[in-house]
């Protein structure tokens, strides 16, 4: 070995300065329209399967006391009637980005189609003589999953697409139930997120998708759910009422137990824990620069 390998092995306390770390990276879910559920946020993962059943994705490789940006991506909010749930916002680790969910598809002509996005938002119904259900919206490759549509007859709307399985089609007065999301251990436990909003029915609302999603609503029984934060999930789609908000994404990190991570300019929430021999940082919130250290 070289003076000069010597010494920066010395440096480092024996560790690389550029290493591979973990991710996953979930985009904020779609908040629900006024009848079709809200899609769940994109889901990138390096540690086990990614969104709509694609295969793990390479590691990152990183240098120490260099920046990475983060950002973790908001949940949309529900849409009033007639509107349309707004789309989540893209997550964010260096050059990984999941894009935010579609938002789910409202009880109105021009608005019924659910959006694209990481998952797709489930579709509604077009309010034009006569009524015409409309298809959810796709989702994006290697991130998640398709929307349902919604029912013709103006009485249901299609489930939010999960980053696993796709939403549920409406059928006559029962609303399409959220796709499920999926489950990752990369924090040392088993946790699904991910799950699509379940669309409003008129006398059965659709169910939200495991992993967070919101149910839908009932008229006059009941409310469109929330999308659970920190889990990338669709909100629930209303009967002809608001929707639902979207849940917030996540990014989490796991890197060997050596290293250390840094926000030195401020604006992220996070935690890191740790498990066997790695580190996990989970960010929750903001976005901002971070930076590997020993």
């Not at 029962?174 to 799950?195: D, H």
């Amino acid at each position: 070995m070289s003076t000069v390998s010597q010494a920066m092995l010395l440096s480092f306390g024996g560790l690389d300065s550029v290493f591979n770390t973990d991710f996953l990276v979930l985009a904020g879910g779609a908040g629900g329209g006024s009848f079709g559920g809200g899609g769940a946020g994109g889901y990138r993962t390096s540690y086990s399967t990614s969104g709509a059943g694609s295969a793990a994705e390479s590691k990152v490789n990183v240098t120490i006391n260099t920046n990475y940006t983060v950002t973790v991506g908001g949940g949309g909010p529900g849409g009033a009637a007639p509107n349309r749930g707004t789309s989540g916002s893209d997550s964010v680790f260096s050059s990984i980005t999941s894009t935010g969910g579609g938002g789910g598809g409202a009880f109105a002509t021009g608005s019924a189609t659910g959006l694209t996005g990481g998952s797709g938002g489930g579709g509604g119904t077009d309010s034009g003589s006569p009524f015409t259900g409309r298809p959810g919206g796709n989702g994006t490759a290697n991130q998640g999953t398709g929307g349902g549509s919604g029912v013709t007859g103006g009485s249901a709307g299609g489930g939010g697409g999960g980053a696993n399985n796709a939403g549920i089609n409406a059928t006559a007065n029962t609303g399409g139930n959220g796709g499920a999301g999926l489950a990752s251990s990369i924090t040392g436990s088993s946790v699904t997120r991910g799950g699509g909003g379940g669309g409003g029915g008129l006398s059965t609302a659709g169910t939200g998708g495991s992993g967070g999603g919101g149910a839908g609503a009932r008229p006059a029984v009941s409310f469109a759910q929330n999308g659970s934060g920190n889990q990338g999930a669709g909100g629930g789609g209303g009967y002809n009422n608001t929707g639902g908000n979207g849940g917030s994404g996540v990014v989490i990190l796991r890197y060997p137990n050596g290293y250390t991570i840094t926000n030195p300019g401020g604006g992220l929430t996070f935690s890191t824990s740790t498990s066997g021999s790695d580190k996990i940082t989970t960010f929750t919130a903001g976005t901002g620069n971070i930076q590997f250290g020993v």
